[in-house]
C-alpha cells in the first residue's frame, strides 16, 4: 500500500466528520449572529455615552442574564472571574455592560460547540485507534478500545499552538467577542447602528469560521483541525503503546505537496520505535539545519504529527506498514516540479542559478522556487553508499586567480565548509579534460545517487546540496595545480 493510499484511507472518516461538524458549527453560530443583533437592538446610547454608568434597571436585568448564565453552567474560569469583578463595581458604564453581554454570547456558543466536539474527538479517537490495530494485528485477542478519559487528557496538554484545547478556545471565546465589540465601537463613532448584517461584521465572522475550522475543496485547515489531527496520530500512536511490543516501528509519512515544509520532508518515510529510544536528523524551521533528537518512542511536535517547529497546519501521519524500503517510497512520492527540477539539472538549466548562489547574487522568485524544487527532489533520491576506501572526486578548470584564492580561503586545513550551492561529484575521474583543481571526498554517504537521472553520456554524477558541511582535512599544490581533502561533516 503506497502513502497515498494510506493517507487517503486515514483522513476519509475524520474529513466526513469535520464536513458534517461544520454544518453544526454554522447552524449554532447563526443563532449567535442572532443574538448579537438582539444586545445591538438593545442600544440606547450614543458613543459620547459609553463611558457612562448604566441605569439601576440595566444593572438588574445584566444581573438576570448572570443569573441566566450560572444556572446554565456558563460561569467558568476567566469569564466567570470577570463578572464577579463586575459586579462589585459601584458604577457598570454602558461600554462594560456591552463587552460583558457579548463575551456571553460566545461562551453560550462555545459550550454548545464543546458537546459536538467531545463527540467529534471521542469519534475520530477511535477511529484512527481502530486503524492502528488493524496495521499492527495484534497476536493477542482482546477488545482493543480507546478511553474517553483518555482523549480528554489530550485537551488538557500544549498543543501546536503552544497551549492546551481548554485554553486556546476559552481564550478564543474572548477574541471573538472583542472583535464585534471593537467594530461596533467604530461603528457607534461613526453614528452607525451596528448591524451584525453589514458586510464588515460579516467578514469578521467569516474569519473567525476561518480561524476555528475552513473546509475548501480537499483542504481543511483552522484550529480545531489541527487539535483534531493531533487527537487521531496520538489515538494510532497509543494502539502501538497499548500493545506494547518493544520492536514495534512506524514509519513517519509527509503529506507531500507544495507546500509541505522541510521539518515533515525530511522525515518522509523515517521509522521510528514505538516503545524505545529513537535517535534521529530531521530539519528544524527555527534552527535552520537539520537537528539531531533523541526522544524515547514518539514525541508529539518532534517526531509525531502535527509537527509544531513552527506552526502551521500539518496533515501528516505515522503508520505501522514499515515493508517497503524508505528510499523506494521516497522516490515514488517525487511531484512533478521535483522531477522537472533534476530534468533541469541535468540538462544545464541551473547552470547559471549554481553560479549565482556560488557568488552570493540575488534569485529571481522563479529562481528561488527551481531551488527549493530541487532541494526536495533530492530529499527523495537515495544516498550514494560509497565504499570506505572509494573516493569520489569534483574537478574545475578555473583560470581566474583570483577565484582559486577564493576557493583556498574557503577550505582551511581542519575547519568546516558548508557549500553555497549544489556541489555535482563523480565517482570516476570527474568531468574536465584538464582541470586544475580537484576536490577528493573519501567514503562518501551523504552524497544523492543521481546515476539513474544522468542523462550525459559517461555521467556518473553524485550530488551534494547546498548547505552541506565538510571538512578540509588536507590541501596541497602541485605542478599548479590544487588537491583538497574533504571529508563529510556530521553535526
Same mark, same amino acid.
Given at each position: 500500500?503506497?502513502?497515498?493510499?494510506?493517507? &487517503?484511507?486515514?483522513?476519509?472518516?475524520?474529513?466526513?466528520?469535520?464536513?458534517?461538524?461544520?454544518?453544526?458549527?454554522?447552524?449554532?453560530?447563526?443563532?449567535?449572529?442572532?443574538?448579537?443583533?438582539?444586545?445591538?437592538?438593545?442600544?440606547?446610547?450614543?458613543?459620547?455615552?459609553?463611558?457612562?454608568?448604566?441605569?439601576?434597571?440595566?444593572?438588574?436585568?445584566?444581573?438576570?442574564?448572570?443569573?441566566?448564565?450560572?444556572?446554565?453552567?456558563?460561569?467558568?474560569?476567566?469569564?466567570?472571574?470577570?463578572?464577579?469583578?463586575?459586579?462589585?463595581?459601584?458604577?457598570?458604564?454602558?461600554? $462594560?455592560?456591552?463587552?460583558?453581554?457579548?463575551?456571553?454570547?460566545?461562551?453560550?456558543?462555545?459550550?454548545?460547540?464543546?458537546?459536538?466536539?467531545?463527540?467529534?474527538?471521542?469519534?475520530?479517537?477511535?477511529?484512527?485507534?481502530?486503524?492502528?490495530?488493524?496495521?499492527?494485528?495484534?497476536?493477542?485477542?482482546?477488545?482493543?478500545?480507546?478511553?474517553?478519559?483518555?482523549?480528554?487528557?489530550?485537551?488538557?496538554?500544549?498543543?501546536?499552538?503552544?497551549?492546551?484545547?481548554?485554553?486556546?478556545?476559552?481564550?478564543?471565546?474572548?477574541?471573538?467577542?472583542?472583535?464585534?465589540?471593537?467594530?461596533?465601537?467604530?461603528?457607534?463613532?461613526?453614528?452607525?447602528?451596528?448591524?451584525?448584517?453589514?458586510?464588515?461584521?460579516?467578514?469578521?465572522?467569516?474569519?473567525?469560521?476561518?480561524?476555528?475550522?475552513?473546509?475548501?475543496?480537499?483542504?481543511?485547515?483552522?484550529?480545531?483541525?489541527?487539535?483534531?489531527?493531533?487527537?487521531?496520530?496520538?489515538?494510532?500512536?497509543?494502539?502501538?503503546?497499548?500493545?506494547?511490543?518493544?520492536?514495534?516501528?512506524?514509519?513517519?509519512?509527509?503529506?507531500?505537496?507544495?507546500?509541505?515544509?522541510?521539518?515533515?520532508?525530511?522525515?518522509?518515510?523515517?521509522?521510528?520505535?514505538?516503545?524505545?529510544?529513537?535517535?534521529?536528523?530531521?530539519?528544524?524551521?527555527?534552527?535552520?539545519?537539520?537537528?539531531?533528537?533523541?526522544?524515547?518512542?514518539?514525541?508529539?511536535?518532534?517526531?509525531?504529527?502535527?509537527?509544531?517547529?513552527?506552526?502551521?497546519?500539518?496533515?501528516?501521519?505515522?503508520?505501522?506498514?514499515?515493508?517497503?524500503?524508505?528510499?523506494?517510497?521516497?522516490?515514488?512520492?517525487?511531484?512533478?516540479?521535483?522531477?522537472?527540477?533534476?530534468?533541469?539539472?541535468?540538462?544545464?538549466?541551473?547552470?547559471?542559478?549554481?553560479?549565482?548562489?556560488?557568488?552570493? $547574487?540575488?534569485?529571481?522568485?522563479?529562481?528561488?522556487?527551481?531551488?527549493?524544487?530541487?532541494?526536495?527532489?533530492?530529499?527523495?533520491?537515495?544516498?550514494?553508499?560509497?565504499?570506505?576506501?572509494?573516493?569520489?572526486?569534483?574537478?574545475?578548470?578555473?583560470?581566474?586567480?583570483?577565484?582559486?584564492?577564493?576557493?583556498?580561503?574557503?577550505?582551511?586545513?581542519?575547519?568546516?565548509?558548508?557549500?553555497?550551492?549544489?556541489?555535482?561529484?563523480?565517482?570516476?575521474?570527474?568531468?574536465? &579534460?584538464?582541470?586544475?583543481?580537484?576536490?577528493?571526498?573519501?567514503?562518501?554517504?551523504?552524497?544523492?545517487?543521481?546515476?539513474?537521472?544522468?542523462?550525459?553520456?559517461?555521467?556518473?554524477?553524485?550530488?551534494?546540496?547546498?548547505?552541506?558541511?565538510?571538512?578540509?582535512?588536507?590541501?596541497?599544490?602541485?605542478?599548479?595545480?590544487?588537491?583538497?581533502?574533504?571529508?563529510?561533516?556530521? $553535526?
Amino acid at each position: 500500500m503506497n502513502n497515498d493510499t494510506i493517507l &487517503d484511507n486515514r483522513w476519509r472518516y475524520t474529513d466526513m466528520k469535520l464536513r458534517d461538524y461544520l454544518k453544526i458549527y454554522k447552524k449554532i453560530n447563526s443563532r449567535t449572529q442572532d443574538n448579537i443583533q438582539d444586545i445591538f437592538n438593545s442600544i440606547d446610547f450614543e458613543y459620547t455615552d459609553l463611558s457612562k454608568p448604566i441605569s439601576n434597571s440595566q444593572r438588574k436585568k445584566l444581573y438576570r442574564i448572570i443569573d441566566e448564565w450560572e444556572e446554565a453552567n456558563l460561569l467558568n474560569g476567566y469569564f466567570e472571574y470577570k463578572i464577579n469583578e463586575l459586579i462589585k463595581k459601584r458604577y457598570i458604564t454602558n461600554q $462594560e455592560m456591552l463587552d460583558i453581554l457579548l463575551w456571553g454570547v460566545y461562551i453560550k456558543e462555545r459550550n454548545q460547540l464543546d458537546e459536538y466536539e467531545q463527540i467529534l474527538f471521542t469519534e475520530i479517537g477511535q477511529d484512527l485507534y481502530k486503524q492502528g490495530i488493524e496495521e499492527i494485528k495484534p497476536i493477542k485477542e482482546k477488545k482493543w478500545s480507546l478511553t474517553w478519559e483518555y482523549i480528554w487528557s489530550l485537551l488538557y496538554l500544549p498543543n501546536v499552538k503552544g497551549s492546551s484545547w481548554v485554553t486556546y478556545v476559552e481564550t478564543l471565546a474572548l477574541t471573538n467577542a472583542q472583535e464585534i465589540e471593537r467594530q461596533a465601537t467604530i461603528q457607534l463613532q461613526q453614528n452607525k447602528k451596528p448591524n451584525v448584517e453589514d458586510s464588515v461584521f460579516q467578514n469578521i465572522i467569516r474569519k473567525q469560521q476561518n480561524r476555528y475550522i475552513s473546509i475548501n475543496g480537499d483542504k481543511t485547515s483552522g484550529a480545531l483541525d489541527s487539535q483534531v489531527i493531533e487527537i487521531a496520530n496520538h489515538s494510532l500512536l497509543k494502539a502501538g503503546e497499548d500493545i506494547g511490543n518493544k520492536q514495534l516501528q512506524v514509519r513517519f509519512i509527509a503529506e507531500v505537496d507544495e507546500r509541505t515544509t522541510d521539518m515533515c520532508l525530511s522525515m518522509n518515510n523515517m521509522l521510528f520505535n514505538v516503545n524505545d529510544w529513537n535517535r534521529f536528523y530531521r530539519y528544524s524551521a527555527s534552527d535552520g539545519k537539520n537537528v539531531f533528537y533523541t526522544v524515547k518512542g514518539l514525541k508529539s511536535g518532534v517526531n509525531l504529527p502535527p509537527i509544531n517547529n513552527h506552526f502551521h497546519y500539518c496533515r501528516s501521519t505515522i503508520t505501522y506498514l514499515v515493508d517497503m524500503p524508505r528510499d523506494e517510497l521516497n522516490k515514488n512520492l517525487m511531484t512533478n516540479r521535483e522531477k522537472d527540477a533534476i530534468q533541469r539539472w541535468e540538462s544545464f538549466d541551473f547552470y547559471d542559478i549554481n553560479r549565482k548562489m556560488y557568488r552570493g $547574487e540575488k534569485l529571481t522568485k522563479e529562481e528561488k522556487r527551481m531551488v527549493k524544487d530541487l532541494y526536495r527532489a533530492l530529499n527523495k533520491v537515495p544516498y550514494y553508499k560509497a565504499k570506505d576506501d572509494q573516493y569520489i572526486v569534483r574537478t574545475l578548470m578555473i583560470d581566474d586567480e583570483d577565484d582559486i584564492k577564493k576557493i583556498i580561503k574557503q577550505h582551511p586545513v581542519d575547519k568546516i565548509y558548508k557549500s553555497l550551492s549544489y556541489e555535482a561529484y563523480s565517482i570516476k575521474d570527474g568531468y574536465h &579534460d584538464n582541470p586544475n583543481v580537484y576536490f577528493y571526498i573519501l567514503g562518501s554517504k551523504k552524497a544523492r545517487n543521481m546515476l539513474e537521472y544522468n542523462t550525459v553520456d559517461g555521467n556518473v554524477e553524485v550530488l551534494y546540496q547546498y548547505g552541506k558541511k565538510f571538512i578540509t582535512r588536507d590541501y596541497y599544490t602541485k605542478n599548479g595545480k590544487h588537491y583538497f581533502l574533504l571529508e563529510e561533516y556530521d $553535526e
